[in-house]
T-cell receptor, first 113, second 113 residues
Framework: NAGVTQTPKFQVLKTGQSMTLQCAQD?????MSWYRQDPGMGLRLIHY???????DQGEVPNGYNVSRSTTEDFPLRLLSAAPSQTSVYFC????????????FGSGTRLTVV | GDSVTQMEGPVTLSEEACLTI???????????LFWYVQYPGEGLQLLLK?????DKGSNKGFEATYRKETTSFHLEKGSVQVSDSAVYFC????????????FGQGTRLTINP
């Protein structure tokens, strides 16, 4: 099925470890983004990309890194995990700058201990 | 900056009751407005959208009308079902910083049989 695929679904990290959350879409969407969801705060934008080779920071970028080498993939890297990064992470993609809405992945639940 | 305020939850209703979840926004010009739904353990799904003033979005019995004069986009359903139990997010895509969706904090809805 077409859509946005995120892996892994669950992950536990120790403080200071690094890891990469994977995101892939097969809809040829130019726009991709990463959000984190925390209780009572809705979703907040971490980083986004308007096309291969182009990325920019969102609302809460500290501690995260991204790159976009292909249209399909947009991985999110945690450089040195901290307990404050415990959250649910969603990748989303869109057509036409999100005018008609974004397609979201099923999320990665990350716990940092 | 752009912002979305939605009705705080949780909201608990009986099956076949009427539902209204309030959503108001602050933004420059005419943003696109969305309602997303998140079922337990899943990602966000686009429920409905409206891209200009007085547009009515509708899907699965839910409706919302884009009211520029009151800067509102309230979600309504005439008769809810147990399967409607989920978290509902109001969101906007502004005319500036177009790659970013701004979310409300979410409203948890529980429908009892």
């Amino acid at each position: 099925n077409a859509g946005v695929t995120q892996t892994p679904k669950f992950q536990v990290l120790k403080t200071g470890q690094s890891m990469t959350l994977q995101c892939a879409q097969d809809m040829n969407h130019e726009y991709m983004s990463w959000y984190r969801q925390d209780p009572g705060m809705g979703l907040r934008l971490i980083h986004y990309s308007v096309g291969a080779g182009i990325t920019d920071q969102g609302e809460v970028p500290n501690g995260y890194n991204v790159s976009r080498s292909t249209t399909e993939d947009f991985p999110l890297r945690l450089l040195s995990a901290a307990p404050s990064q415990t959250s649910v992470y969603f990748c989303a993609s869109s057509y036409l700058e999100g005018v008609y809405g974004y397609t979201f992945g099923s999320g990665t639940r990350l716990t940092v201990v | 900056g752009d912002s979305v305020t939605q009705m705080e939850g949780p909201v608990t209703l009986s099956e076949e009751a009427c539902l209204t979840i309030n959503c108001t926004y602050t933004a420059t010009g005419y943003p696109s407005l969305f309602w997303y739904v998140q079922y337990p353990g899943e990602g966000l799904q686009l429920l409905l959208k409206a891209t200009k003033a007085d547009d009515k979005g509708s899907n699965k019995g839910f409706e919302a009308t884009y009211r520029k004069e009151t800067t509102s986009f309230h979600l309504e359903k005439g008769s809810v079902q147990v399967s409607d139990s989920a978290v509902y997010f109001c969101a906007l895509r502004g005319i500036q910083g177009a790659q970013k969706l701004v979310f409300g904090q979410g409203t948890r809805l529980t429908i009892n049989p």
